[in-house]
């Protein structure tokens, strides 16, 4: 597959590469501009524009079930996350 999408990404300029991929990462992360802003979403580093995500990210009940099927997948116990200190 990486073949393939350095091949496209010359014609198709959505089509992500793992430099491309590494590159918008890196520039959301260190652009003052853009870390700034905190939690947002960019749907595509050839555009760098805020947009709001889809309707359905912003479902409460479909969040909770995404969270709970990623706990079960895990094997975390519902409480516990390695991203809480």
């Given at each position: 597959m990486p073949a393939?999408?350095?091949?496209?990404t010359r014609f198709v300029p959505a089509?992500?590469?793992a430099p491309k991929s590494g590159s918008a990462l890196a520039r959301l992360v260190?652009?003052?501009?853009?870390?700034?802003?905190?939690?947002?979403?960019y749907p595509s580093h050839t555009r760098w524009?805020?947009?709001p995500s889809s309707e359905q990210s912003y479902d409460s009940v479909r969040a909770g079930e995404l969270w709970d099927a990623?706990?079960?997948m895990t094997g975390?116990?519902?409480g516990e996350s390695?991203?809480?200190?």
């Open positions: 393939i999408a350095s091949a496209l089509v992500s590469t260190l652009e003052p501009r853009l870390g700034a802003a905190g939690a947002r979403y524009y805020e947009t990623s706990v079960r975390l116990a519902a390695p991203l809480v200190m």
